[in-house]
């Protein structure tokens, strides 16, 4: 009953290939070094809130395979509940194939799998959880309708929510922008969902409140090495967030880093303005481009600035 977060969402076994560029269509080139890590956007986000000093729990899918097994016991190494993590027999634990270029860019190709078998009967099981929880993330990597129930759960039980429409689609279903207290998303999402394009701070001030305006509680875009730009419905201009300039290695999930971290903040210190809650998220997803790989790279609370916290 003492969650604090509760991530409903994806895990996926990232396996991960560094190659000077990402080939073309039909090309075959030399990489230079393979791994196999834990990721998935649900599970990034949970294991970044624990590492922060969070309470968290992952309601998730996985399958009965060696990579499940392997995921689990992930989950406990980094002190996350796994009451609700479940495994099946019908599908392959979700797989993310991921290309990492020298400059840190990525292309990931993700089979969701046991992702999808998610549903009504799995978030009726973990609906205490849910329920009494002070902040409920979710994302789309898992069948979107789950994701909407679980949104809806919180959101009827005063749990603030937070939704990253990630990866997005066009026709997201205009429920999930009512039932999302932050609405979080970077540039290319921000364009899938909008038909905008964004090349700038001043491209996402627009995008934002154009979200926004779908009945959001609030909106936040990332927007890489520029920080992000939050908007508020009991704010009308939107507010660029600058961030510190650092030398990417992988940015891999820096985006569930922040998501992480905010979901933290937003839980540990609920009257802080949001606006320095991304402050603070956009310095800790800065500290995990730094280093390659995905969790591998998510900060503990010992290894960031007292002022954080
Ligand atoms: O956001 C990064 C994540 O996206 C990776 O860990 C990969 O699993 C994909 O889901
Ligand atoms: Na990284």
Redesign the pocket.
């Given at each position: 009953a003492d969650v604090s977060v509760v991530v409903v969402g994806?895990c996926?076994t990232?396996l991960v290939s560094q190659a000077p560029r990402l080939p073309k269509a039909g090309e075959t080139i030399h990489g230079h070094k393979f791994f196999i890590g834990f990721?998935?956007?649900g599970a990034?986000q949970c294991v970044q809130a624990a590492r922060m000093g969070a309470k968290t729990a992952m309601v998730c899918k996985v399958g009965r395979d060696v990579f499940g097994n392997d995921y689990i016991q992930n989950f406990k190494n980094n002190g996350i509940s796994t009451a609700y993590v479940e495994q099946t027999e019908n599908a392959a634990t979700g797989a993310?194939s991921?290309i990492v270029n020298d400059t840190g860019e990525n292309a990931?190709v993700?089979v969701a799998g046991a992702n999808m078998l998610l549903g009504q009967e799995e978030l009726l099981r973990a609906q205490s959880a849910i329920v009494n929880a002070k902040v409920l993330v979710c994302q789309l990597?898992i069948n979107p309708d789950a994701s909407l129930q679980a949104l809806r759960m919180a959101k009827e039980n005063h749990v603030k929510t937070i939704f990253n429409p990630a990866p997005a689609i066009a026709d997201l279903h205009s429920d999930f922008y009512k039932a999302s207290d932050v609405f979080c998303c970077n540039e290319s999402e921000a364009e899938l969902l909008t038909g905008l394009s964004v090349t700038s701070v001043e491209d996402a001030s627009r995008v934002g409140l154009e979200l926004l305006h779908r009945s959001c509680g609030s909106v936040i875009i990332t927007l890489g090495p520029q920080g992000c730009v939050v908007c508020e419905s009991t704010n009308t201009a939107p507010k660029h967030i600058p961030t510190t300039a650092v030398t990417a290695a992988d940015t891999?999930?820096a985006?569930?880093s922040f998501i992480g971290a905010l979901a933290f903040y937003m839980a540990q210190y609920p009257t802080m303005p949001l606006e320095e809650m991304a402050r603070r998220a956009n310095l800790v997803a800065a500290v995990s481009v730094q280093t390659v790989g995905?969790q591998t790279s998510f900060p503990s609370q010992k290894d960031l600035p007292t002022e954080l916290f």
């Amino acid at each position: 009953a003492d969650v604090s977060v509760v991530v409903v969402g994806s895990c996926m076994t990232d396996l991960v290939s560094q190659a000077p560029r990402l080939p073309k269509a039909g090309e075959t080139i030399h990489g230079h070094k393979f791994f196999i890590g834990f990721g998935g956007k649900g599970a990034n986000q949970c294991v970044q809130a624990a590492r922060m000093g969070a309470k968290t729990a992952m309601v998730c899918k996985v399958g009965r395979d060696v990579f499940g097994n392997d995921y689990i016991q992930n989950f406990k190494n980094n002190g996350i509940s796994t009451a609700y993590v479940e495994q099946t027999e019908n599908a392959a634990t979700g797989a993310a194939s991921i290309i990492v270029n020298d400059t840190g860019e990525n292309a990931i190709v993700i089979v969701a799998g046991a992702n999808m078998l998610l549903g009504q009967e799995e978030l009726l099981r973990a609906q205490s959880a849910i329920v009494n929880a002070k902040v409920l993330v979710c994302q789309l990597e898992i069948n979107p309708d789950a994701s909407l129930q679980a949104l809806r759960m919180a959101k009827e039980n005063h749990v603030k929510t937070i939704f990253n429409p990630a990866p997005a689609i066009a026709d997201l279903h205009s429920d999930f922008y009512k039932a999302s207290d932050v609405f979080c998303c970077n540039e290319s999402e921000a364009e899938l969902l909008t038909g905008l394009s964004v090349t700038s701070v001043e491209d996402a001030s627009r995008v934002g409140l154009e979200l926004l305006h779908r009945s959001c509680g609030s909106v936040i875009i990332t927007l890489g090495p520029q920080g992000c730009v939050v908007c508020e419905s009991t704010n009308t201009a939107p507010k660029h967030i600058p961030t510190t300039a650092v030398t990417a290695a992988d940015t891999t999930g820096a985006g569930d880093s922040f998501i992480g971290a905010l979901a933290f903040y937003m839980a540990q210190y609920p009257t802080m303005p949001l606006e320095e809650m991304a402050r603070r998220a956009n310095l800790v997803a800065a500290v995990s481009v730094q280093t390659v790989g995905t969790q591998t790279s998510f900060p503990s609370q010992k290894d960031l600035p007292t002022e954080l916290f």
